[in-house]
Structures are given as structure tokens and as C-alpha cells.
């Protein structure tokens, strides 16, 4: 997590959610780290810290994460937080 989060004014909960969710995409950066079953369970942990992020009220935050944009750029983030981004691999996982 960037040295801005805690300095935004998120509550604890965001804080963690933002946290998590980072950590996963790091992981995801890792190119040929995964075998394909670590690769699907690494998607669905990715779409759960996503989620948790929505919960928390941090849609703009969870998609600058995910397409690789600091929390800084997340604002300026228009797209519908119902539409979840992509994250690799097909659709029916």
C-alpha cells in the first residue's frame, strides 16, 4: 500500500481491503511464478479483494489497482464499478 492510503482518511477496513488486493496484484505481476490450478485460485482471490473493495465503498481505488494506475490516478476513474474488470483467464472459472 502506497504512504498516501493513511493519509486519504480510510478507515481501517478500507485500509485492509486496499492492502489485500494490492498484495494479490503483485502476485499476478509474477510472470511463470504459477502453475495453472495456483493461476485460477490467484483469479478467484483477485475477484474476492475486488469485491471486498466495492463492500468497502473503494470501487475507483480497486480498479486503479487492477489496471496497475497509483491510488493517486484512482479518482479520475469514471468506469461503472458494476463492471468488473478483467483479470486473466476465461470467464467460467
Do not use: I, N, W
Not at 481501517?12 to 499476478?28: H, I, M, N, S, T
Not at 504459477?34 to 473503494?58: F, I, N, V, W
Not at 493517486?72 to 468506469?79: H, S, Y
Amino acid at each position: 500500500m502506497t504512504h498516501t492510503t493513511a493519509e486519504k482518511g480510510y478507515t481501517p477496513r478500507q485500509r485492509f481491503a486496499l492492502a489485500r488486493l494490492e498484495q494479490v496484484a503483485a502476485r499476478r505481476a509474477e510472470p511463470g511464478a504459477l502453475d495453472a490450478a495456483q493461476e485460477k485460485l490467484l483469479r478467484r482471490a483477485l475477484y474476492t479483494c475486488y469485491l471486498d473493495c466495492l463492500d468497502a465503498g473503494l470501487a475507483a481505488e480497486a480498479r486503479a489497482v487492477l489496471s496497475g494506475r497509483g491510488e493517486g490516478d484512482a479518482r479520475a476513474d469514471t468506469a461503472d464499478a458494476s463492471d468488473p474488470p478483467r483479470v486473466g483467464g476465461s470467464a467460467a472459472t
